[in-house]
Each structure stands twice: as structure tokens, then as C-alpha cells.
């Protein structure tokens, strides 16, 4: 079994800055298991927004490329999402997300809000 807790979430202005955690307990060696992060916006699907493989290796979408650093603290088992120069539309509920012995594993997420 397998847990995540992600945490970090808020209410910010429109070119603010939040830090999300991604805690994981359970039967996981966290060190090689591959990661992400996405996000549900109200009345939409759920969005794609970075991976970090368990090489250190990251991929971002588009809309958040140069914005956003996924990173992890292995000793810690905590996974992060830095967000630099939030917009509104960055106003969702963000998961993470761990592959585990090929199961995917997902957090309960945590609200984003960016105002303008």
C-alpha cells in the first residue's frame, strides 16, 4: 500500500509563488519511482503538468514550461512542484502522482487559487 499527501496548496495573487509537497508512506522505495503532478480545473479534465522519471530526468507541459520546477528529496520521500509567476488559469486542484511496481498511485490533491 501505498500513500500520498500533497500539501502547499493556497490562495495567491496572479504572479505569486507556491511551493507543493507530495509526502509518500508505504510500500514504496521512493528513490525509483517515477512522479508527477497534475491538475483538474473546475468542469475540466484532468491536465498533465510534469514528471520527474527516477533518473532526475523532468518533462513539462507547454503551458507551464519555464514557470513551474518539479523536484524531489529522495531522503524525505517528499516530492515537490515549485510554481514561479502563477496566472489564474493556474487555478486548479493539483495531484501528484508516484508509479509504483507498475501501479499508479495518486494523492487527494490540494486547491491552487490565483487571483487577479
Known amino acids: 500500500q501505498v500513500q500520498l499527501v500533497e500539501s502547499g496548496g493556497g490562495l495567491v495573487q496572479a504572479g505569486g509563488s507556491l511551493r507543493l509537497s507530495c509526502a509518500a508512506s508505504?510500500?514504496?522505495?521512493?528513490?525509483?519511482?517515477?512522479m508527477g503532478w497534475y491538475r483538474q480545473a473546475p468542469g475540466m479534465q484532468r491536465e498533465w503538468v510534469a514528471t520527474?522519471?527516477?533518473?532526475?530526468?523532468?518533462i513539462y507541459a507547454d503551458s507551464v514550461k519555464g514557470r513551474f520546477t518539479i523536484s524531489r528529496d529522495n531522503a524525505k520521500k517528499t516530492g515537490y512542484l515549485q510554481m514561479n509567476s502563477l496566472k489564474p488559469e493556474d487555478t486548479a486542484v493539483y495531484y501528484c502522482?508516484?508509479?509504483?511496481?507498475?501501479?499508479?498511485?495518486w494523492g487527494q490533491g490540494t486547491q491552487v487559487t490565483v487571483s487577479s
Open positions: 502522482t508516484a508509479l509504483v511496481r507498475g501501479n499508479s498511485y
Open positions: 508505504g510500500s514504496i522505495i521512493f528513490s525509483i519511482s517515477p
Open positions: 520527474e522519471t527516477s533518473g532526475d530526468n523532468t
